[in-house]
């Protein structure tokens, strides 16, 4: 079993920064894909990012140019840096990860919640 645990949200003004964290921890398995969905009051869950192990990464349009997703694999982490906010940008933002072994489905965190004033 893998656990995952955010941290880094809060409230921020627009045009400003956040960093998410997302640990993995438990019986590790080598973990493929990591990544971020985030769903708004009302709106469906959606794509953030993602990155593979091999560090390729995927975008929503939505961020493209303001956010930046990393992993660091020796630590089982990855991260999202959140640049240039906006309110819409506002949601609980959640981590996931897909091991290796696609059998063993996919992890999810508990969610960080991200607020964005105007």
């Known amino acids: 079993q893998v656990q995952l645990v955010e941290s880094g949200g809060g409230l921020v003004q627009a045009g400003g920064s956040l960093r998410l964290s997302c640990a993995a921890s438990?019986?590790?398995?080598?973990?493929?894909?990591m990544g971020w969905y985030r769903q708004a009051p009302g709106k469906q869950r959606e794509l953030v990012a993602t990155?593979?192990?091999?560090?390729?990464?995927n975008y929503a349009d939505a961020v493209k140019g303001r956010f930046t997703i990393s992993r660091d694999n020796a630590k089982n982490t990855v991260y999202l840096q959140m640049n240039s906010l906006k309110p819409e940008d506002t949601a609980v933002y959640y981590c996931y990860t897909v091991p290796m072994d696609k059998r063993l489905g996919t992890y999810w965190g508990q969610g960080t919640q991200v607020t964005v004033s105007s």
């Open positions: 990155i593979t192990s091999g560090g390729n990464t």
């Open positions: 438990g019986r590790i398995f080598r973990l493929d894909v």
